[in-house]
């Protein structure tokens, strides 16, 4: 069987008068995150370790941000759209693995809802993806609510 393993990183600056997306989920929050689409740095962050994996370049290169059909889009679609490249490629995902660097607001209890919305977007089981949330300790960009960061990586394997 062959496998591959992918890395994705992404990072968003928070804002006032945006919504806060994370996971596919509105969170209540005094500010959001700041970026073309709806700025969910978690969704991008494993679209980015799916495309990796799969030998498919970066979410800005199928999903530009200076493109209007993807302005303030809902990233649950992109999310779902790469699911779709990484099958038409031959691959099924066997896990993600994730985290999101945050200083507020406290994720633990909403990461069982972001797990099921994540899995129903790429139809795959929920327990086949892991997020966890840390802080910075009130260190550099995350720890002064400037912005929010994750990391994610996924393992693919041929179909």
């Known amino acids: 069987m062959k496998i591959r393993v992918g890395m994705g990183y992404d990072v968003h600056q928070l804002v006032e008068g945006r919504e806060l ?16 689409s709806d700025a969910d740095v978690l969704i991008h962050a494993i679209c980015d ?14 999903f530009p941000d200076n493109a209007g ?9 992109l999310l779902a759209k790469t699911g779709t490249i990484i099958k038409e490629k031959g691959f099924e995902i066997s896990n993600i693995d994730a ?7 406290k994720l633990k209890d909403r990461i069982p809802e972001m ?34 960061s994750a990391y994610a990586v996924a ?5």
């Open 49 to 62: 370790a799916l495309l990796g994996a799969a030998d498919s370049r970066d979410i800005g290169y199928h």
């Open 99 to 105: 985290t999101v660097c945050a200083q507020r607001p």
């Open 115 to 148: 797990k099921e919305v994540l899995a129903k977007c790429l139809e795959i089981p929920s327990d086949d993806i892991s997020i966890k949330a840390t802080t910075t300790e009130k260190l550099g960009f995350v720890g002064k609510e400037e912005g929010m």
């Open 69 to 77: 059909e993807f302005k303030n889009i809902d990233s649950k679609i």
């Open 155 to 159: 393992l693919i394997c041929k179909a």
């Open 21 to 36: 997306w994370l996971g596919g989920i509105r969170l209540e929050h005094e500010k959001g995150l700041l970026g073309h």
